[in-house]
């Protein structure tokens, strides 16, 4: 089964500085999907950004950029120019690309606050 | 609709009592989740519900818990004879259902079982 760890409960980030959100997950499988998702307190769950495996060019959204390292697996989240509206928890998520159910697998999430 | 919405936005029942929980997805997403999050567990999986096909109950924690989709669109999961660890966030998701594709996420319900 696929695990995905987030080591860092809670991380703060000045507001238009730059903050790492860190990511790793276990798997057997060679292709998959990782994302991050935001649920701010209104718990609507965000997609923030997307990476497929099998591509090695890191995922970049507007101010949020991912560092894919597939053999580390490693799958961490900048945010720059960090915004008052970035405070939320970051989800990280895994799924496989396999035949199947698509669920995702979640770490446990990163409270993000964003200080002025 | 243009996004996923699920219904009640809380829901508050006594232990023992049977709850439904509904989900709209997006018009035309084939594939659609549900999810629960709780303090205790994070967000764990509960079931895939494609097309036509047989969902895909694997993570369903109970066999007090149950899930149908009507039509191929509106879910409803239903738990029956509540518990207090039942408390939690039940979430719904949709999906094109292909193996590219994104879930996006409904607000949520948050159940309080007393």
């Known amino acids: 089964a696929q695990t995905v760890t987030q080591s860092q409960p809670e991380m703060s980030v000045q507001e238009a500085e730059t903050v790492t959100l860190s990511c790793t997950y276990d798997t057997s499988e060679s292709d998959y999907y990782l994302f991050w998702y935001k649920q701010p307190p209104s718990r609507q769950m965000i997609l923030v950004i997307r990476?497929?495996?099998?591509?090695?060019q890191n995922a970049t959204e507007n101010r949020f950029s991912v560092n894919f390292q597939k053999a580390a697996k490693s799958f961490s989240l900048k945010i720059s120019d960090s915004q008052l509206g970035d405070a939320a928890m970051y989800f990280c998520a895994y799924r496989s690309a396999g035949a199947g159910s698509y669920q995702l697998t979640f770490g446990k999430g990163t409270k993000l606050s964003v200080i002025p | 609709g243009a996004g996923v919405s699920q219904s009640p936005s809380n829901k508050v029942t006594e232990k023992g009592k049977d709850v439904e929980l509904r989900c709209d997805p997006i018009?035309?997403?084939?594939?659609l989740y549900w999810y629960r999050q709780s303090l205790g567990q994070g967000l764990e999986f509960l079931i895939y519900?494609?097309?036509?096909?047989?969902?895909?109950k694997s993570g369903l924690p109970s066999d007090r818990f149950s899930a149908e989709r009507t039509g191929g669109s509106v879910s409803t999961l239903t738990i029956q004879r509540t518990q207090q660890e039942d408390s939690a966030v039940y979430l719904c998701?949709?999906?094109?259902?292909?193996?590219?594709?994104?879930?996006?996420f409904g607000p949520g319900t948050r159940l309080t079982v007393l």
């Open positions: 519900f494609q097309g036509n096909s047989a969902p895909d």
């Open positions: 018009s035309g997403h084939t594939a």
């Open positions: 998701a949709s999906s094109t259902g292909l193996a590219t594709d994104t879930q996006y």
């Open positions: 990476q497929e495996a099998y591509k090695q």
